[in-house]
């Protein structure tokens, strides 16, 4: 055998060994089985690629930061993956700030401006790569960097760069990296979404009004993904955002027909709504009556309740 594929060979199994091995401390087999009752059953599953390219990433850095933090907010020239190893703090990203602790997973990129602050530790993966679009595609809810609950990875990250040198550190560091982005794909990030759902509520009541209001633009201006936005404003309020706003604004156009001081049209358009006929249809939904028979029976002294 040729040097080069004895070296070849040689760093295969050393970074099959350690991560296998790590693997197996980890994880009980019998659940990696997907719920086997035989343990010892042979398991086959077919890789789809289908228009999946190669994912060319190259890890740059392993760090385990045990005794600093970032704490001045500056842009990094590389994509980052850490893993929050011990305490509590803070992610500034952007100039929104993201509570972190032990446990949390979470991304930064090149285009953005970060710190990380507070009594805390983290382990990160810098990296770079043509791939790396592809991959972070793959993370449906990129738009929102933390994840919680992974604390699980902690000891296999440990682990890891524990059995790093210079000779297997790529092959380890990409390992790990593309295993803990394994295990976010088609995982919802966690966040404390009941404040932000308070803070999106008064928000929309203060710009309801706005014409160009919708929940893509709101899932902008806080930095959610809007399908992600959407689960979980109903999740917390019971109402979907789009019943929430037509309710609003239908209440809102209720109290100025009352008045009886403005044409139907420009009502329509004072609470929101882009044209009069769609005005019309939404409030005959709701209020069982066109937006004129609403009108006539507040005229007429009709005890309406809806």
């Excluded at 994912?55 to 970032?70: G, M, S």
């Excluded at 990094?76 to 929104?96: A, F, M, Q, R």
């Excluded at 993904?225 to 789009?242: A, E, M």
């Amino acid at each position: 055998m040729r040097k080069s594929q004895w070296i070849k060979a040689r760093l295969t199994w050393i970074f099959s060994r350690c991560l296998d091995k790590t693997v197996d401390n980890l994880y009980n087999i019998k659940e990696m089985n997907n719920g086997l009752e035989d343990e010892k059953q042979n398991i086959c599953k077919f890789v789809h690629t289908g228009n999946k390219a190669s994912l060319e990433i190259n890890p740059i850095n392993f760090v385990w930061e045990r005794t600093a933090v970032r704490e001045t907010e500056n842009v990094y020239s590389v994509y980052s993956l850490h893993i929050v190893t011990n305490g509590t703090g803070e992610l500034i990203l952007d100039g929104k700030v993201f509570d972190l602790r032990y446990g949390d997973v979470f991304f930064t990129q090149p285009s953005s401006r970060y710190a990380v602050r507070g009594d805390l530790e983290y382990a990160y993966i810098s990296f770079l790569g043509s791939g790396v679009p592809l991959l972070l595609k793959r993370i449906e809810s990129y738009s929102y960097p933390v994840y919680r609950g992974y604390d699980d990875l902690i000891e296999f990250w440990s682990k890891a760069i524990a059995n790093t040198n210079a000779e297997n550190i790529d092959f380890i560091s990409r390992g790990v990296l593309f295993y803990s982005v394994a295990r976010l794909i088609s995982v919802e990030p966690e966040s404390d979404l009941t404040a932000v759902i308070v803070n999106i509520e008064k928000y929309v009541k203060q710009h309801f009004t706005d014409t160009e209001l919708s929940l893509h633009t709101i899932a902008e201006k806080f930095g959610y993904n809007t399908k992600y936005l959407s689960k979980f404003f109903l999740q917390h309020t019971g109402v979907k955002y789009s019943d929430y706003i037509a309710n609003l604004r239908i209440n809102a156009a209720c109290a100025l027909l009352s008045e009886g001081k403005m044409p139907i049209k420009e009502i329509a358009y004072c609470c929101g709504f882009h044209d009069a006929l769609y005005f019309s249809r939404v409030f005959k939904e709701k209020m069982k009556l066109s937006p004129l028979d609403f009108q006539k029976s507040i005229q007429a002294g009709m005890d309406f309740r809806g």
